[in-house]
């Protein structure tokens, strides 16, 4: 007797005395079922074993290769059950974390644009710390530390409180409904993350060198009363230095066409800000508050006053995640879009930046990051 039963995405059951388990396909299980039948009218012995030996073979899994999953992007090892991205018939070599697939699937599975975070992972396997932990036997972890940074959620207070004030729902609907991943991911698969600054409200007399306000008040003639800050239209012509470090730790880069040619300690809205190489980031995991630009998600900026910017980051420049549950990283560079404190006078859009983050990775890619390769072509092949 052969049955044919499906159970967690496993065709299982038994064939005469011999139990199987193999992995659920819409035409292995149609073909399965057909030697169920043939079995069941066999008219002699002989007719009988010659079944069970075509179906014997039809459930022989080869382990050491790797199988095409629902997600055209991913394929998985069925010996360690590792998911992989891939790229027609190409295979990384870096696992999927488990979390990142249920997040694809999910995506899938409510009609969600899912690309956003395939184009994530392959920034990310782009990223040359990977390679280097990878190496060490800590890559597969650093991953993880990765994908629960970017799956951090976020009970937004605010709105938890207009939802149960304004509209009356109960505290666990509004609860529910307030909670909101603390990163986003661009369509281009950046992340949209946040920095907390302090505005410079002093500068220099050039000639003098004597410290003077940076804006000035004006005050209405009758009344008194101030008729501006002083403050310019634009949140670009403003300046304002990372909250914590202010201009101690390494000087960084704030380059675009209100930047400076120099490193400084200055962060400016439509720049994107970068250290000179990967020696002045901190890569270990487990240290914090050491060298490193430091960008964080929702509850990690809750913690600091200050001005908040939103920020563009490439996972390719991530250093070290030493906060996966608040919500830190550290980093080589990110681009800074907007903040809070100002009104853009520019547009910024995540694909001019990702256009040059892959620009970089045409310049930097080494013998050390040859196997992401592949994951570069993933990325074109779906812009």
Not at 169 to 190: F, H, N, P
Not at 206 to 227: A, K
Not at 232 to 244: K, S
């Amino acid at each position: 007797m052969i049955s044919v039963n499906v159970i967690d995405g496993n065709i299982v059951g038994s064939y005469g005395d011999t139990p199987y388990s193999v992995a659920y396909s819409k035409n292995l299980y149609a073909k399965l079922l057909e030697f169920s039948n043939e079995a069941d009218a066999a008219h002699s012995m002989n007719d009988y074993q010659s079944v069970l030996q075509a179906f014997k073979a039809a459930v022989q899994e080869d382990f050491s290769k790797v199988i095409q999953d629902k997600c055209e992007f991913i394929y998985i090892k069925p010996s360690t059950g590792e998911f992989f991205l891939k790229n027609e018939n190409t295979v990384s070599s870096i696992p999927m974390p488990q979390s990142l697939v249920d997040r694809i699937y999910e995506s899938m599975d409510a009609q969600i644009d899912f690309l956003p975070l395939v184009k994530m992972w392959t920034r990310w396997l782009r990223n040359p710390i990977l390679y280097e932990k990878q190496s060490k036997g800590i890559g597969n972890q650093f991953s993880e530390r990765f994908f629960n940074f970017i799956n951090m959620k976020y009970v937004h207070p605010t709105l938890k409180k207009e939802f149960m004030e304004d509209h009356g729902l109960s505290e666990e609907v509004a609860t529910r409904k307030a909670t909101m991943y603390q990163v986003k991911i661009t369509k281009e698969g950046l992340l949209n993350g946040y920095k907390v600054s302090r505005e410079v409200l002093t500068k220099y007399d050039s000639e003098t060198g004597e410290q003077m306000p940076r804006y000035i008040r004006t005050f209405n003639p009758d009344t008194g009363e101030i008729d501006s800050e002083g403050l310019p239209e634009t949140v670009e012509e403003r300046l304002f230095e990372p909250a914590v470090m202010g201009d101690r730790g390494d000087a960084f880069y704030c380059e675009g066409s209100n930047g400076y040619s120099d490193a400084q300690h200055f962060i400016k809205v439509g720049c994107s800000h970068r250290l000179a190489d990967w020696d002045q980031v901190d890569t270990n995991d487990n240290h914090s508050c050491v060298p490193g630009l430091h960008v964080g998600g929702l509850k990690y900026i809750a913690w600091y006053s200050g001005e908040i910017h939103n920020v563009f980051i490439d996972p390719m420049h991530i250093g070290a995640v030493p906060d996966d549950v608040d919500g830190a990283i550290r980093c080589l560079q990110y681009f800074v879009h907007s903040s809070l404190t100002g009104v853009n006078g520019s547009i910024y859009h995540s694909s001019t930046y990702a256009s040059m983050t892959d620009e970089q990775w045409d310049t930097m890619r080494t013998d050390s990051i040859k196997a992401a390769q592949s994951s570069l072509n993933t990325l074109n092949s779906m812009r």
